[in-house]
């Protein structure tokens, strides 16, 4: 905007004693935005970004936004390479992104003449609201993320198309990038750029490495995030069977493995065989080669998988030890703890701990909307899950508001056939029951029992009475 404004006559305006007024900068800033239809914001450093600290810059991104104007969100060449190093390098920088997204407040951004917030705040009260704008920016963000470690890791595959190590090295950055777009909900982008990856792998002779065999987990998590249950079932085996040839289930890698093959099977009615891999898995618990998240997310599937099969004391004990993993977490704001935080509200209401399944409820919802994910399937999951957690308190008006925000987007993203479908259209059911709305439950009911009969998914969640499962 530099360009576009001249904003030393502005300064030289007022030196003169003459009054800019804001509508009117804001008119001339808005005509050059959508005259140009192409913004460039130049973040400095992904770390921490001082664009997104400043009220105009937000403004700025607010009136692309809804100009339908093209943004492009630009790092120096310098800041391109931390953040794919940071790719390759794992969870604990990466943290860093979410504490970036969360940090997004159009409230608390400051302005060099505080007169030109108090503009700009009354403009998005009037417009989308302050949390719909953060939210927007936040998805915006995080979506750019997702497109510069793409296209990062693929650049690195081209500068070192000749070095097995190097590829391996860009792989693992790519499956952290195939995790991000999942998490927005890009399953076919996630399963086609995990297919190219796995491709370069196989180029070098490492079609049998254990991040190739990573790769297929990944692949087959995201065709099981789409419903697609018998493709997501052959990626995964083929990567377990690898593992276990090659005595490598006892890896970080392998653990991943198992853990997908898992899920698989519990989604497809399996639950005793996901169980044995699941405390095969648990084995490796605690070793120095097991990062905090792999722990949590073995002890919470198991508490799961004990709680489908109604062994609720050996679920409790699982339970009490994913308690303590949470701690090892610390502050971390990474969008899976939401996940995880909501199936333990989950295992909470049923064992009757309603506080603390509302207490992580706020929790997992503070996670998503930093993450800029409310929107995308992992919200919805979380959504749904928060508004069973508020029927069981018996707030069913404010049960049927988050399931139904839950319902739209995963119908805006036709996902209706799909675990997160399936467990909306029960616990919808379950709550326009308890309102008395039989016909909309029993219409609900037989949505979800035609979803599972055409993906052959079965749920893990009881999140309505046994007869709603039959």
């Given at each position: 905007c530099c360009l576009c404004i001249n904003q030393h006559r502005v300064q030289d305006a007022k030196h003169r004693g003459e009054v800019v007024?804001?509508?009117?900068?804001?008119?001339?800033?808005?005509?050059?935005?959508?005259?140009?239809?192409?913004?460039?914001?130049?973040?400095?450093?992904?770390?921490?970004?001082?664009?997104?600290?400043?009220?105009?810059?937000?403004?700025?991104?607010?009136?692309?936004?809804?100009?339908?104007?093209?943004?492009?969100i630009i790092l120096p060449p310098g800041q391109s390479q931390d953040f794919l190093q940071a790719l390759v390098d794992g969870d604990h920088d990466l943290d860093t992104l979410w504490q970036v997204l969360e940090s997004i407040d159009v409230c608390k951004a400051s302005a060099s003449v505080p007169k030109d917030k108090e503009e700009i705040l009354r403009q998005v009260e009037a417009g989308p609201g302050f949390a719909a704008l953060n939210q927007r920016v936040r998805k915006k963000l995080h979506a750019w993320f997702c497109e510069i470690g793409e296209?990062?890791?693929?650049?690195?595959h081209r500068r070192a198309s000749t070095c097995p190590r190097a590829c391996e090295s860009g792989c693992k950055a790519g499956i952290r990038v195939m995790q991000m777009l999942t998490e927005?909900?890009?399953?076919?982008?996630?399963?086609?750029?995990?297919?190219?990856?796995?491709?370069?792998?196989?180029?070098?002779?490492?079609?049998?490495?254990?991040?190739?065999?990573?790769?297929?987990?990944?692949?087959?998590?995201?065709?099981?995030?789409?419903?697609?249950?018998?493709?997501?079932?052959?990626?995964?085996?083929?990567?377990?069977?690898?593992?276990?040839?090659?005595?490598?289930?006892?890896?970080?890698?392998?653990?991943?493995?198992?853990?997908?093959?898992?899920?698989?099977?519990?989604?497809?009615?399996?639950?005793?065989?996901?169980?044995?891999?699941?405390?095969?898995?648990?084995s490796l618990l605690w070793t120095e080669s097991m990062a905090a998240g792999q722990n949590l997310h073995i002890l919470v599937i198991l508490m799961l998988f004990l709680c489908s099969?109604?062994?609720?004391?050996?679920?409790?004990?699982?339970?009490?030890?994913?308690?303590?993993?949470?701690?090892?977490?610390?502050?971390?704001?990474?969008?899976?703890?939401?996940?995880l935080l909501m199936l333990m509200a989950y295992m909470d209401v049923r064992s009757g701990n309603l506080e603390q399944a509302q207490g992580k409820s706020e929790t997992a919802y503070s996670i998503i909307v930093g993450a800029g994910v409310l929107e995308a399937p992992l919200g919805a999951y979380v959504l749904n899950l928060i508004g069973w957690v508020k029927a069981a308190v018996g707030d069913l008006d404010g049960a049927l508001?988050?399931?139904?925000?839950?319902?739209?987007?995963?119908?805006?993203?036709?996902?209706?056939?799909?675990?997160?479908?399936?467990?909306?259209?029960?616990?919808?059911a379950h709550i326009k029951q308890r309102l008395g709305d039989d016909a909309a439950a029993q219409s609900l009911k037989r949505r979800a029992s035609l979803a599972r009969s055409a993906s052959g998914l079965v749920p893990l969640l009881r999140l309505a009475p046994d007869d709603f499962y039959a």
């Open positions: 007024a804001f509508d009117k900068f804001a008119l001339e800033f808005s005509s050059r935005v959508k005259g140009i239809g192409h913004v460039l914001a130049l973040l400095g450093t992904w770390r921490a970004p001082k664009y997104i600290t400043r009220a105009w810059c937000i403004y700025e991104l607010y009136m692309t936004m809804i100009l339908d104007c093209k943004l492009d296209s990062e890791v693929r650049a690195y927005l909900s890009e399953f076919d982008r996630s399963i086609n750029f995990g297919r190219y990856l796995l491709a370069r792998l196989e180029s070098k002779g490492l079609a049998r490495s254990l991040v190739a065999c990573r790769m297929r987990a990944m692949i087959g998590c995201a065709l099981l995030a789409t419903g697609d249950l018998e493709r997501a079932r052959l990626s995964v085996v083929e990567a377990y069977r690898i593992c276990e040839a090659k005595d490598e289930l006892a890896t970080p890698e392998g653990t991943e493995v198992q853990k997908t093959y898992a899920m698989v099977l519990a989604y497809g009615g399996d639950v005793s065989s996901a169980m044995s891999i699941m405390r095969q898995a648990y099969s109604s062994q609720h004391e050996q679920a409790e004990f699982f339970y009490q030890q994913a308690q303590q993993a949470i701690l090892a977490q610390g502050q971390k704001r990474m969008p899976y703890l939401a996940r508001a988050d399931c139904s925000a839950s319902s739209r987007v995963l119908e805006a993203l036709d996902m209706s056939e799909t675990p997160p479908g399936i467990d909306n259209a029960l616990a919808l």
